[in-house]
């Protein structure tokens, strides 16, 4: 098992593998323990508190739960 656990990569190991300069990077930070699901049947769309950032294509978008800029992406269509 020990010598397993020597090869297999850990979590970091794996998003450090991926990162290089031009590549596409969603990235969300938060603690397990502090999440809370806020939506409910009557707001559905109402956002999850202790989400601490949020990062698309390698950008900061939301950071201590407030939108820290202006949303980026394309529509995609059918």
């Known amino acids: ?5 020597e090869q297999a990569p850990t979590p970091l190991q794996s998003i450090a ?3 290089k300069p031009g590549a596409h990077a969603d990235l969300v930070l938060f603690s397990p323990d502090e999440v809370i699901d806020c ?5 559905p769309i109402r956002p999850s508190r ?13 950071e201590d739960g407030r939108i ?6 394309r529509v995609l269509r059918a």
């Not at 098992?1 to 656990?5: E, G, K, V």
């Not at 939506?39 to 707001?43: H, P, R, S, V």
């Not at 989400?51 to 939301?62: A, H, P, T, Y």
């Open 1 to 5: 098992m020990a010598a397993f656990q």
């Open 17 to 19: 593998t991926v990162r």
């Open 50 to 62: 202790g989400i601490r950032s949020v990062f698309v294509n390698g950008e900061l978008k939301v």
């Open 68 to 73: 820290a800029a202006m949303p980026n992406g």
């Open 39 to 43: 939506a409910d049947y009557a707001n």
